[in-house]
């Protein structure tokens, strides 16, 4: 009985979001593992003129010796960027938003996996927001049932002019 409410509760709010048109998109991505793009966050949302700000902003976590100094650098250089899309790129990554399974997402993190990254999406209006979280949507993403978040995650990277390769 509770996992049918769960599952009710789940679908309206994904029709609520849907029928709404939707005014942002959010990924976030962050790993203990690597020091390189420790953290990057990714967001899209609308512009005057039917086009869309896109926020890159990352977080490099490794010390570096400054050559002058010979001291540590602090960690944690913000390496931002700021640019814009156009409606028909936002298209594209809302449609392959909407290709995600909830079901298959909802399914918590692979349990082997807790110490690698973690990816969350999210998107919606106001007041009205689906986010999506998977660990390492990268491993074994077919067994897994995350082809359609790794695909949206890949699509808003490439949008953003970032590596998935590089991130992932």
Excluded: W
Excluded at 28 to 43: D, G, L, P
Excluded at 63 to 75: A, C, Q, W
Excluded at 134 to 143: G, L, M, S
């Amino acid at each position: 009985m509770k996992a049918l409410l769960l599952v009710m509760f789940i679908l309206a709010v994904s029709f609520t979001a849907s029928a709404q048109k939707i005014e942002f998109v959010t990924l976030e991505y962050s790993t203990a593992v690597r020091a390189e793009n420790a953290h990057v966050k990714v967001r899209i949302h609308p512009k005057m003129n039917s086009s869309y700000r896109l926020l890159v902003e990352s977080v490099n976590l490794s010390e570096t010796i400054d050559p002058v100094t010979k001291k540590l650098k602090s960690p944690g250089k913000n390496v931002d960027k700021d640019t814009t899309i156009t409606e028909a790129q936002f298209i594209a990554i809302v449609n392959a938003l909407q290709q995600i399974k909830q079901t298959d997402v909802s399914g918590g993190p692979h349990p082997s996996l807790l110490d690698g990254s973690s990816c969350y999406i999210s998107y919606g209006a106001r007041g009205t927001s689906v986010t999506f979280h998977a660990n390492t949507p990268d491993y074994e993403t077919d067994k897994r049932n995350l082809t359609g978040f790794l695909n949206a995650y890949k699509l808003i990277l490439k949008t953003a002019e970032l590596d998935p390769k590089a991130i992932l």
